[in-house]
Nanobody, 123 residues
Framework: QVQLVESGGGLVQAGGSLRLSCAAS????????MGWFRQAPRKERDFVAA????????YYADSVQGRFTISRDNAKNTVYLQMNSLKPEDTAVYYC????????????????WGQGTQVTVSS
C-alpha cells in the first residue's frame, strides 16, 4: 500500500504563488506516475498535472499550462506542484494521486490518493 500526504496549501492573493508537496511512503515509486487533481465545491474533480516517474514526461491541463510546473524528487519520494500566477478560479482542494498503470489525465485510473490540501486564491 502507498500513503500520500499533501502539504503547502493556503490562502494567496491573485497573481501569487504556492508550492504544493506530496510525500509518498509505503512502497517504491520508481515506476509510478504521479498526478495532481483538484475539486472545487459543487464541481467535478479535474485533472491538473501529472508526471511519469520512469520516463520524465509531464502532462498539464490547458487551464494551468504555462503557470504550473510539476516535478519530482525520487530520492525523497516527493512530487511537487509549483503554482504561479494564481487566479481565483484555481481555488479548490488539491489532491495528489499515484498511478500504477493507465492514462495520466483520468482520475479513475489512479490507485492511491492523498487527503487533499486547500488552496484559496483571493481577488
Amino acid at each position: 500500500q502507498v500513503q500520500l500526504v499533501e502539504s503547502g496549501g493556503g490562502l494567496v492573493q491573485a497573481g501569487g504563488s504556492l508550492r504544493l508537496s506530496c510525500a509518498a511512503s509505503g512502497r517504491t515509486f520508481s515506476s509510478y506516475a504521479m498526478g495532481w487533481f483538484r475539486q472545487a465545491p459543487r464541481k467535478e474533480r479535474d485533472f491538473v498535472a501529472a508526471i511519469s516517474w520512469s520516463g520524465g514526461n509531464t502532462y498539464y491541463a490547458d487551464s494551468v499550462q504555462g503557470r504550473f510546473t510539476i516535478s519530482r524528487d525520487n530520492a525523497k519520494n516527493t512530487v511537487y506542484l509549483q503554482m504561479n500566477s494564481l487566479k481565483p478560479e484555481d481555488t479548490a482542494v488539491y489532491y495528489c494521486a499515484a498511478l500504477v498503470s493507465g492514462r495520466p489525465r483520468a482520475w479513475e485510473e489512479y490507485d492511491y490518493w492523498g487527503q487533499g490540501t486547500q488552496v484559496t486564491v483571493s481577488s
